[in-house]
Structures are given as C-alpha cells and as structure tokens.
C-alpha cells in the first residue's frame, strides 16, 4: 500500500512539473491572450493584416480554439510549415493538451530550428514584445 501511495506522489508530482513544463514554453502567451481579449476587434485587424486573410477565415479560426493566442498560433504554425490553416486546426484538436512544441514538430518544426525559437521566443502581432530585443544575434564568438 505504500508503494502504491509512494507511485501516486510521484506520478502526480512530475504531471504537475510537465504541466509547468508546457505553460513556461511559450510565456509569452499569458499576456498575448490579455492583450486580444482586451482589445477583440483590434486583435482580429491585427490578424488580418499580420496573416492577410479575411475576417470569414479569421472567425473559423477563432470558433475552433480556446484563447487568441491559440488562433495567432495556428495561423503562424500554418505560415512556417506551409500547410493549410484547416490542417493545422486538425492537428491542433487532435493534439490537445499536448503543447505546443509536440505540434509544432508534428508539423515538421524541429525543436532546435530558429523557426521554433522564433516562437518560443515571442509573437509579432503586437509592438511590445520585449524578449530578445536589443540582443546581438551572434555570440561574439566570430572569427577575427
């Protein structure tokens, strides 16, 4: 009996640290989904001109995802895999709960690749996004 309460403990403790794991990601979106939410019509402009698309995609994106942030995540996820915004909301219902990391790679995303810390490093809907900004993008270790 004790093994068994010893398992729960730890099965539920390293769900709660992946659970962690999968939000600090993207922590970008937290304040994203504030921002639109805030802001619904200025969000869906922001969509149409970010993505060029009109408002009839922009609904069906919206009436198949949970938060703004997840339509501006299909929407770019679509754009740097080059697959059709209806597949990606596939992938994306399918995939539920698992992050956004396991359906980027679904997508053919790698991990490493700069496509994926491009997003893992912020969006470029909105002005503000201050992370990796004012950063050199070489590490100063460049031959002389």
Do not use: C
């Amino acid at each position: 009996m004790k093994l068994l309460k010893m398992l729960f403990v730890v099965s539920m403790a390293l769900l709660l640290v992946s659970s962690a794991a999968v939000a600090d990601d993207f922590d970008w979106i937290r304040d994203f989904n504030i921002k639109a939410e805030a802001d619904s019509s200025g969000f869906r402009a922001r969509l149409a001109a970010r993505f060029k698309i009109g408002d009839t995609q922009i609904k069906t994106v919206l009436n198949n995802v949970k938060k703004p942030a997840d339509a501006y995540m299909v929407l770019r996820l679509g754009e740097m895999s080059k697959q059709p915004t209806e597949y990606v909301i596939g992938k994306y219902k399918s995939g539920k709960g698992k992050g956004w990391g396991v359906l980027a790679k679904s997508l053919g995303i790698k991990p490493g690749s700069k496509e994926f810390h491009a997003l893992k490093r912020g969006q470029d809907l909105y002005d503000d996004n201050d992370r990796g900004k004012g950063k050199a993008k070489s590490k100063g270790k460049g031959r002389k």
